[in-house]
Every structure is written in structure tokens, then in C-alpha cells.
């Protein structure tokens, strides 16, 4: 299968190798686990790194060498010594640390079964094909793709293939701005509210329309190309559960607290946050909160649990319930998974190792390149 001249497949199958935790490693009691994974650290010393991503649990982060967002992590990834990277986080965030790591560093995803569902809504193959039927409904406007930093490799391959690039959530509207200064339109993948919000933030919200490709029938390619900006049906399943009666119930509970919210989250609930941005934004302002001010957290659960450790004289709380608030890609880099590639990397033995191919690698990096030009 081809897209934009470069071999892939569906993310389902292109890491269906990647190995189960053996039985012996899964009845691990804490204390336990914690001496065995000290004892490998002391082994490999600074031959690995961990990197572990703000949405991890407790027992990741507190063995982690760096914490942060994804691309945050990559790079430090990039400047490190180590021969090993072992990420705590999901699929396309160790793809994107193989793809600016040196070739002699491997990169580790403890567990198979850590795949964002939002980078699995906007697949390279699946969105070659709209692609062709979008550009064919406005043959002579120069549309520029951006892809949010989540999402798989080859698809940062494939904007960076017709002239677009990467974007974080904080730098979005720049991606954005860069895009229309080059083009004439937009398709951004595959967070459909982060580029609703951004297209907000432009003062271009009546230039949207949505493309949906989970609905053959519902899809109107000239329709849809007459807009500026063209957004991909996907999104994040923690942020989108985020409502605005949760802001409600939150200052009914709490009447002094100030609610920020990730810009995953529905148009709707951003406006009715005090404030909203990354997860480096949300955790800069619970850091230079006033002791006593009560801060109600919209993203994934840990990073809350995060900060009411991080920062006990500020009041943390949770815009709604565990439940509602967990990601369960993110859960599946049990500390298990971690005790185990790290006694098999102290044995010589590499397991799970994640690899970009190298045309993927090239182009995608050309596509990052381009965000940091911004």
C-alpha cells in the first residue's frame, strides 16, 4: 500500500510485533518491584534514560529521568548520552523520539498496547485518500496540511510530503498562520477541537468545515473545500468527555476556583475556563499559583494527582471524576512493563524497540522542522 510515495501500513498491524509481558512479571507487589527497578538503573547507569510523559501513573514518573509533554521529552531524549530511551508514554510520542534521536540510540515503548485512539482516527493511509478527493474539489487552491505532534509518524511524512508540518498545542495558531502565509487553505489532523479553538483563536471560526471519514455517505468534497479551514473528525477520548456543566459543578463546589482546561478540549468548555492551554501551561500555572487558590484541572487524571503532590499549598482539583478524566492508552505503561525491559536491558536483551522507517524518518523530520521554523 502507498501513501504520498511511501510504504505503510495501519498502525494496527505496523506494531503487532512489539511483545507481551511475560507471566512471570505481572503479580509484581510495589516494594518489590521498585528495589529490582532501582537495581537495573544501577546496572545500565547512563546507558538509559526514561522519559516520562505528564499523563503517566505515580510509580512511571518517579523513576523517571525527565517529565513532560511529548515533544518536550523527545528532545531530551535527543540530548542525552544514553544508548537507551525508554518512554513512558504512547506509540507516536517514541516515534517522534526516534525520529530526532542519533541512530545509535534505541527507543523503548514498555507496552504494545500504549496507541493513542486520537492518532488512530487519522490514519496516512486514510487520509491519502480523502486527501485526492479534497484537493480534486479545489484543483487550483494550494491547501497546506498541519498534523498535531499526535499522531503517527508516517502521517507527519505525509504533510511534510505536500508542503505542511507539525504543530503543538501551544503553537497551533503559528502553524496556522505559517499554513495561509504559504497557501490558500487548510486540512489540520487529527484533533478536531484543537483546531476549532485555533481557528477561534485566528478569528477564522466561520471559515470551518469538518471532514468526516467515518461517514461515506455524510462527505461532500465540494462542499467541504470551499472552506479555509478543514478539520479531521478526531479527537482526544479524555478531553472531549469534558463538559461545560463540570465547570458548573466545580465553582457550585468551589466558588473561588479558577478552572483551566486543556485546548483539546469542545469549543464550549474552553470558553467557559479561565484559561486554557498545554500541559506545560497548566502546570506553570498551578506552580506560580498563590498558596490557598483553588484550581480545577481539565486533562488526564494523573497529571492532577501530579500536581496536588507537586504542589500541596495550592488546592488541585479534578474537573470531574477519575473515571472520567483517565486515559487508558496511558495506563497500559504499567510499572511492570517497566521492571521488565529494564532487568532485560541490564541482560543485553532489547524488547519493544520502536523504529521509524527510514523515508518516514526523513520526511517527518522535515515536517518538525518546519514547526520549529515557526
Given at each position: 500500500m502507498e501513501t504520498a510515495e511511501l510504504d505503510t501500513d495501519l498502525s494496527l498491524f505496523k506494531y503487532d510485533n512489539l511483545e507481551q509481558l511475560p507471566p512471570r512479571y505481572r503479580e509484581l507487589e510495589e516494594d518489590e518491584r521498585?528495589?529490582?527497578i532501582d537495581a537495573a538503573l544501577e546496572d545500565l547507569g547512563d546507558d538509559v534514560v526514561i522519559l516520562g510523559h505528564n499523563y503517566q501513573r505515580r510509580e512511571i514518573v518517579e523513576h523517571a529521568d525527565f517529565i513532560g509533554d511529548?515533544?518536550?521529552?523527545?528532545?531530551?531524549?535527543?540530548?542525552?548520552?544514553?544508548e537507551y530511551v525508554i518512554f513512558g508514554g504512547v506509540t507516536?510520542?517514541?516515534?517522534?523520539?526516534d525520529i530526532i534521536t542519533d541512530d545509535d540510540q534505541s527507543v523503548i515503548l514498555p507496552s504494545m498496547e500504549a496507541s493513542c485512539p486520537m492518532a488512530g482516527m487519522a490514519e496516512a493511509l486514510q487520509v491519502d485518500s480523502?486527501?485526492?478527493?479534497?484537493?480534486?474539489?479545489?484543483?487550483?487552491?494550494?491547501?497546506?496540511?498541519?498534523?498535531?505532534?499526535n499522531s503517527y509518524a508516517d502521517l507527519k511524512a505525509f504533510c511534510a510530503s505536500q508542503g505542511g508540518l507539525v504543530c503543538t498545542s501551544s503553537n497551533a495558531h503559528e502553524a496556522f498562520e505559517y499554513a495561509f502565509n504559504k497557501g490558500d487553505k487548510v486540512l489540520f489532523l487529527p484533533d478536531k477541537h484543537l483546531g476549532e479553538n485555533t481557528a477561534h483563536r485566528l478569528d477564522m471560526e466561520e471559515e470551518i468545515a469538518e471532514w468526516d471519514p467515518w461517514d461515506p455517505?455524510?462527505?461532500?468534497?465540494?462542499e467541504v473545500a470551499e472552506s479555509d479551514i478543514i478539520l479531521w473528525d478526531g479527537y482526544c477520548q479524555v478531553h472531549e468527555r469534558f463538559r461545560e456543566e463540570h465547570i458548573d459543578q466545580v465553582r457550585a463546589d468551589n466558588p473561588d476556583a479558577n478552572v483551566i482546561v486543556h485546548p483539546e478540549c469542545r469549543r464550549e468548555v474552553v470558553e467557559a475556563a479561565d484559561k486554557a492551554g498545554s500541559t506545560a501551561t497548566i502546570c506553570e500555572t498551578v506552580a506560580n499559583a498563590d498558596p490557598g487558590d483553588t484550581w480545577a484541572i481539565g486533562t488526564?487524571?494523573?497529571?492532577?494527582?501530579?500536581?496536588?503532590?507537586?504542589?500541596p499549598e495550592v488546592n488541585v482539583v479534578p474537573l470531574c471524576g477519575d473515571a472520567c478524566m483517565d486515559c487508558n492508552a496511558m495506563r497500559q505503561i504499567d510499572p511492570n512493563y517497566l521492571?521488565?525491559?529494564?532487568e532485560e536491558l541490564a541482560e543485553g536483551r532489547?524488547?519493544?524497540?520502536?523504529?521509524?522507517a527510514p523515508e518516514e524518518k526523513e520526511l517527518a523530520g522535515v515536517a518538525l522542522d518546519r514547526m520549529l521554523e515557526i
Open positions: 521498585t528495589e529490582r511529548s515533544y518536550q521529552l523527545s528532545k531530551e531524549a535527543a540530548e542525552a548520552d544514553a507516536f510520542m517514541a516515534e517522534s523520539a480523502a486527501w485526492a478527493e479534497i484537493t480534486a474539489a479545489a484543483p487550483d487552491a494550494d491547501i497546506i496540511p498541519i498534523t498535531y505532534m455517505e455524510g462527505k461532500d468534497a465540494d488526564e487524571i494523573h497529571l492532577t494527582n501530579h500536581l496536588q503532590r507537586w504542589h521492571t521488565w525491559v529494564l532489547e524488547h519493544n524497540v520502536i523504529e521509524v
